[in-house]
């Protein structure tokens, strides 16, 4: 990869601005890294909608 990454891929969305500044402060009080905390969020939404069937 051109970029040196090996286990990550870069992907871009937009965030409620208000959601990001939540989301920077949690980032900055845990030190835990952003993407760390991206993975986590999209794990436990990954497993919520799993959980409910593929008929929401």
Same mark, same amino acid.
């Given at each position: 990869?051109?970029?040196? *990454? =090996?286990? !990550?891929q870069?992907?871009?969305? +937009?965030?409620?601005?208000e959601v990001? *500044? =939540?989301? !920077?402060?949690?980032a900055?009080? +845990?030190r835990?890294?952003?993407?760390? *905390? ?9 497993k919520?909608?799993?959980?409910k069937?593929?008929?929401?």
């Open positions: 990869m051109a970029d040196g *990454l =090996k286990n !990550r870069h992907y871009g969305v +937009t965030i409620d601005k990001l *500044l =939540k989301f !920077r402060e949690l900055d009080k +845990t835990i890294p952003q993407s760390k *905390l991206m993975d986590e969020a999209i794990e436990d939404l990954l919520k909608y799993s959980d069937g593929e008929g929401r």
